[in-house]
Nanobody, 112 residues
């Protein structure tokens, strides 16, 4: 079993920055994928950014603004040039076949 604990998030103004962190604990030895997803009210959960076996992947709307990094069992998401449409609950995700784990979510609110 893997536990994911998220930190960071909160309120930012448009154009500002926030940093999210996610720390994994438990059976982390085979986690080949870690990433961030988000869900805005009334919308489906979507990929923000991920690292899979060392390869990073970003949703198109996040490219150039967000940066994901991983240090063993911890991943960070640096979010710059925030926009009001970035407002959502952000979830940490980790996968190690055949299991998948989610954090509890952290709210990010960007005011215009």
């Amino acid at each position: 079993q893997v536990q994911l604990v998220e930190s960071g998030g909160g309120l930012a103004q448009a154009g500002g920055s926030l940093r999210l962190s996610c720390a994994a604990s438990g059976s982390i030895f085979n986690l080949n994928h870690m990433g961030w997803y988000r869900q805005a009210p009334g919308k489906q959960r979507e990929l923000v950014a991920s690292i899979t076996t060392g390869i990073t992947n970003y949703a198109d709307s996040m490219k150039g603004r967000f940066t994901i990094s991983r240090d063993n069992a911890k991943i960070d998401l640096q979010m710059n040039s925030l926009k009001p449409e970035d407002t959502a609950v952000y979830y940490c995700n980790a996968r190690g076949w055949p299991k998948e784990f989610w954090g509890q979510g952290t709210q990010v609110t960007v005011s215009s």
